[in-house]
T-cell receptor
């Protein structure tokens, strides 16, 4: 079974600074997808970034980038130039390539961006 | 529609009552998923459909929970004889098809409170 662990329940960062959210996972699968979702106070679930495990290059999406370490089963999210609107819960998620319904989420990290 | 629509947004019911939660996926999306999210936790998989066929219901906690998608579009999650432990946010998501490469787009959720 796959598990996803987010070891930081809460984090804070000053506006305009950089913050990194940690995520580790456990799987025996060789091919899979990793995701970061954002849940703002409105409680929407918004996809932030996606990484395909067979791609070595780290995904980037504007101010958001990941550090994907496949051997270490680590998938951290870096937010650069933090903005007040980045305040949200962030969930790391894992999905095997072979079975797209089996999407597992971590418990989340609550990020607060301070002015 | 443009996004995944869920109704009602909020539902308060008394213990023992039945509730029905509705999901209208993005037009043309083949796959539809139901998740449950307890406060302070990540979403947990309940069940999913491809077209009208329920492919996996292994996440449904017990036989009081059921789901249908009779015409391959709108889906209803029904909880019979509700209990207080059923209180949670119920999220629906859809994707273009069941390929693992396709991301899930989530609705805003239905928050259920059982008194």
């Amino acid at each position: 079974a796959q598990t996803v662990t987010q070891s930081q329940p809460e984090m804070s960062v000053q506006e305009a600074e950089t913050v990194t959210l940690s995520c580790t996972y456990d799987t025996s699968e060789s091919n899979y997808y990793l995701f970061w979702y954002k849940q703002p106070p409105s409680r929407q679930m918004i996809l932030v970034i996606r990484q395909e495990a067979y791609k070595q290059q780290n995904a980037t999406e504007n101010r958001f980038s990941v550090n994907f370490q496949k051997a270490a089963k680590s998938f951290s999210l870096k937010i650069s130039d933090s903005q007040l609107g980045d305040t949200a819960m962030y969930f790391c998620a894992f999905r095997p390539y072979r079975n797209n319904n089996d999407m597992r989420f971590g418990a989340g990290t609550r990020l607060t961006v301070k002015p | 529609g443009a996004g995944v629509s869920q109704s009602p947004r909020y539902k308060v019911t008394k213990r023992g009552q039945d509730v029905a939660l509705r999901c209208d996926p993005i037009s043309g999306h083949v796959s539809l998923y139901w998740y449950r999210q307890a406060l302070g936790q990540g979403p947990e998989f309940l069940t999913y459909f491809n077209y009208e066929a329920q492919q996996d219901k292994s996440g449904l906690p017990n036989d009081r929970f059921s789901a249908e998608r009779p015409e391959g579009s709108i889906s209803t999650l029904t909880i019979q004889r509700t209990e207080q432990r059923d209180s949670a946010m119920y999220r629906c998501a859809s994707s273009l098809d069941h390929s693992g490469a396709n991301v899930l787009t989530f609705g805003a959720g239905s928050r259920l409170t059982v008194l």
